[in-house]
Structures are given as structure tokens and as C-alpha cells.
Nanobody
Framework: QLQLVESGGGLVQPGGSLRLSCAAS????????IGWFRQVPGREREGLSC????????YYQNSVKGRFSLSRDNAKNTVYLQMKNLQPEDTAVYYC???????????????????WGVGTQVTVSS
């Protein structure tokens, strides 16, 4: 069974940091481009970033560029999203997703991805 599981969410104060993990079971993540999304109630899921399977390049939306960074640990079959300088507007459920495409060409679109995790809640509040 192919599965993605996010972890690392929680409550953090404004200006704080969190590291989210996206762990895979049933398949090897380094053969997939991995994206991160977030969603707040009543709004569409927002594509944030992607790390490509082919060349390891990373891509970020302007809303998180300079604050979020992606990395892979192939030995742990895990992708990490390091988030810094978090603000209340970053509060959302965060999802990782995987696609077998070589590049992150459509990374902001939910339809680009084949597999999804169930999400982890991030709350930024004082």
C-alpha cells in the first residue's frame, strides 16, 4: 500500500520555526517529485513548494520564498519542509503530495500529484 504521512505540525509563536516531515511507505520517495500544500477552511488548497525527483531542484511560491526550504533524506525515505519566521497567516493544514514526474512543472496544481498525505495542522499564534 502506497502511503504518505506528514508529521511535525503543532502550535508555534509568531516568528518561530517548525520542520514538517513527509514519510513514504510502499514506494521510494526519491523517484518522485514531492510537493507541499496548505489549506485553511473555506479556501482552496494552496501549492507552496516542490522538490523535483530528477535534479533535486526546489521551487517556492512567493508567499513562502526565503522562509521555507525543502530537503530530502533518501535513507529515511523522507522529505522535510523547514519553516522559519512563521506568521499567523501560515496557520493551515499542511499536506505533502507525490508525483512520478521528473520535474515540478505543475507543482502548484493539486491535479499534478498522484499521492497525498492526510495532513498535519500548523497553528501560529501567541
Amino acid at each position: 500500500q502506497l502511503q504518505l504521512v506528514e508529521s511535525g505540525g503543532g502550535l508555534v509563536q509568531p516568528g518561530g520555526s517548525l520542520r514538517l516531515s513527509c514519510a513514504a511507505s510502499g514506494f521510494t520517495l526519491n523517484g518522485y517529485s514531492i510537493g507541499w500544500f496548505r489549506q485553511v477552511p473555506g479556501r482552496e488548497r494552496e501549492g507552496l513548494s516542490c522538490i523535483s525527483s530528477g535534479d533535486g531542484k526546489t521551487y517556492y511560491q512567493n508567499s513562502v520564498k526565503g522562509r521555507f526550504s525543502l530537503s530530502r533524506d533518501n535513507a529515511k525515505n523522507t522529505v522535510y519542509l523547514q519553516m522559519k519566521n512563521l506568521q499567523p497567516e501560515d496557520t493551515a493544514v499542511y499536506y505533502c503530495a507525490a508525483d512520478s514526474e521528473y520535474f515540478c512543472s505543475g507543482y502548484v496544481f493539486t491535479s499534478f500529484y498522484q499521492y497525498w498525505g492526510v495532513g498535519t495542522q500548523v497553528t501560529v499564534s501567541s
